[in-house]
């Protein structure tokens, strides 16, 4: 992956955020005539949910930001970038959703999508790895993040990250902040967690957004 300019502090930061509302869980035909009903878009609204998101995460000096190749993710990417005037966009298929009949995927998945570009997505760095394959069990799905979300941090060490993921990408941070596994996280819900050392994988929980834990 490309790097931007190094950061001055040692004290790193990674927002884990959820893509905006999907059109799917709307427009419940949508699936049915979709030429790829496993990867559908954002909504107007959940285009501004994901401009709201990068307002709120203005000032926190963010210095690049990683996504899902699914294309809520990379829309609710771009949005983001675009409010915080990030200069690169990178995708990393180990945080794609959990590839089950639960999360809605029914084949193994081919993201992103050939027309990203087209769709006003600037993607600078592309994760050729393979993605999970499909079917996955969600016990075994789920235990891809947070082992990621690290791999990233220390990639771009020191620099302060937005990661654009899924629900249950969602609660994996929640627990790695410190958290229940147990959370709810609604469209653009997010965990913002820092670190003080590289290969550290001691995160404190800073901010959270839409994200309800319960017992």
């Known amino acids: 992956m490309a790097k931007q300019a190094r950061a001055s502090s040692s004290l790193q930061r990674i927002i884990v955020i959820r893509h905006g509302e999907r059109l ?42 990683v996504s899902s190749p699914f294309l809520r993710c990379l ?38 999508a050939s027309n990203v570009a087209e769709l006003g997505i600037n993607i ?5 790895s393979e ?19 690290t791999r990233l941090a220390n990639a771009f060490w020191p620099q302060n990250l937005v990661v654009v993921t899924h629900g249950y990408g969602v609660q994996e941070a929640v627990v790695k902040g410190g958290g229940s596994r ?13 670190r003080t050392a590289r290969d550290s994988d001691k995160w404190t929980t800073v901010d959270r957004g839409n994200v309800d834990e319960y017992f």
């Open 24 to 65: 799917d869980n709307v427009d419940y035909m949508w699936t049915r005539t979709a030429a790829r009903p496993y990867d559908p878009p954002l909504t107007e609204i959940g285009v501004q949910q994901a401009r709201d998101a990068g307002k709120r995460f203005l000032g926190k000096d963010i210095h690049c930001i």
């Open 131 to 149: 993605l999970p394959r499909y079917p996955e069990k969600t016990r075994d799905g789920v235990k891809r993040f947070s082992p990621a979300y």
């Open 182 to 194: 147990n959370a709810f996280v609604d469209y653009c819900g997010f965990v913002e967690m820092t």
């Open 75 to 112: 829309q609710t990417a771009q949005q983001i970038s675009d409010v915080l005037s990030l200069p690169s966009l990178h995708t990393c298929n180990s945080i794609v959703d959990v590839l089950s009949n639960h999360c809605g995927i029914h084949e193994q998945p081919a993201v992103p």
């Open 124 to 128: 600078s760095s592309r994760d050729t």
